[in-house]
């Protein structure tokens, strides 16, 4: 019953930014965590940012502090990750994530996973 649909994926030069979106279906983000994930061939998946009851607990990996934020539009059930200034080593398969129990950085806290969204940031 549960479906997350993530989009704004594709090709940036550095320096350049994307939007990812991730809408969900039979869940409710408000009440809820949201994580962003990415994975790079030959990599550990890794959390990006989490997010929930209202941005009382957010997390952002270091790597992307300052540069990554996310959000959420209640009324749309859709969560996003806005990503600027872009770096080669953000190329990864990002995937977005719902948590029916906790909230953070590590996969094993999520239920329920979307397809991913590809992302690659050339120099």
């Known amino acids: 019953q549960v479906q997350l649909v993530e989009s704004g994926g594709g090709s940036v030069q550095a320096g350049g930014s994307l939007r990812l979106s991730c809408a969900a279906s039979g869940y409710t983000y408000g009440s809820g965590c949201m994580g962003w994930f990415r994975q790079a061939p030959g990599k550990e998946r890794e959390g990006v940012a989490a997010?929930?009851?209202?941005?009382?607990?957010?997390y952002y990996v270091d790597s992307v502090k300052g540069r990554f934020t996310i959000s959420r539009d209640n009324a749309l059930n859709t969560v996003y990750l806005q990503m600027n200034s872009l770096k080669p080593e953000d190329t990864a398969m990002y995937y977005c994530?719902?948590?029916?129990?906790?909230?953070?950085?590590?996969?094993?806290?999520?239920?329920?996973w979307g397809q991913g969204t590809q992302v690659t940031v050339s120099s």
């Open positions: 997010f929930y009851a209202g941005g009382r607990f957010t």
């Open positions: 994530a719902a948590a029916a129990r906790g909230c953070g950085r590590w996969p094993y806290l999520y239920n329920y």
